[in-house]
Structure formats: C-alpha cells, structure tokens
C-alpha cells in the first residue's frame, strides 16, 4: 500500500520554521542536508515528516510525498499516461520521482534504498 511519507513546504528561513514549530507542537528536527543551493530539514510530525526546503528565489509552494513498494509499476503507469517525469537517485540509492497532478500540484514517489 501507498503511504504519506512527507509532505514539503518551502520556506523563507529555515531557523525560524524549525523554531516555530518546535516551541509551538514539540516537533523536533530529524534529518537536515543540503542539496546544492537548498537547505533541507525534516521534522517529525507523529504519523509523518514535514520537509522544510529553503532555496534563494523559490517559490512558496510545496509538494506531496508518497512511499511507494511499487516504485517500478507506478513508474510505468506515469510514463503510460505520457506524464512528464523527474527521476532522481539519492546517496543511498533511494529513487525518487516527481510529476505534476492535473491541477499542477508537485508530487514526489520515493522508494527506500538499501
């Protein structure tokens, strides 16, 4: 089965969401890296991980991220349906995808590495 693994939101300053969130909930920061200009932070939100994305110019949108057993399958659903994909391989060899919905919302599918 499918499962919400997190959900992103960019933000303007990274400290100031981390803070936010912990003074206000208690969530506490559980990963945090860079990827080239972007500064990443994920804080553990009980049932998933909120991803805190902070990058010069980038808009304040955000996307949605499922974990996916069935990586390969969707893959080729999406390429079925003619679906523009952006496919990634992490350090740890965790794949990833990202594509759009019909309304243009950013969707992520990742697949644990080993």
């Known amino acids: 089965m499918v499962k919400l ?8 300053d990274i400290e100031k969401s981390l803070t936010f969130y912990e003074e206000l909930f208690g969530f ?5 890296f860079t990827s080239g200009e972007e500064k990443i932070s994920m804080i553990d939100v009980g049932e998933g991980i909120l991803e ?3 990058k010069p110019g980038l808009p304040l949108i955000a996307h ?7 990586f390969d399958e969707t893959l080729t659903k999406l390429e079925d349906k003619g ?3 952006r ?10 995808c990202f ?3 019909p309304e243009g919302y950013v969707i992520e599918i990742m697949e644990k590495g080993n």
């Open 5 to 12: 693994d997190h959900i992103g939101i960019n933000v303007k």
């Open 28 to 32: 506490k920061e559980v990963n945090n």
């Open 52 to 54: 805190f994305v902070q």
């Open 64 to 70: 949605i991220a499922f974990h996916d057993p069935k």
């Open 83 to 85: 679906i523009t994909i």
């Open 87 to 96: 496919l990634e391989t992490m350090g740890d060899g965790s794949r990833i």
């Open 99 to 101: 594509f759009s919905d």
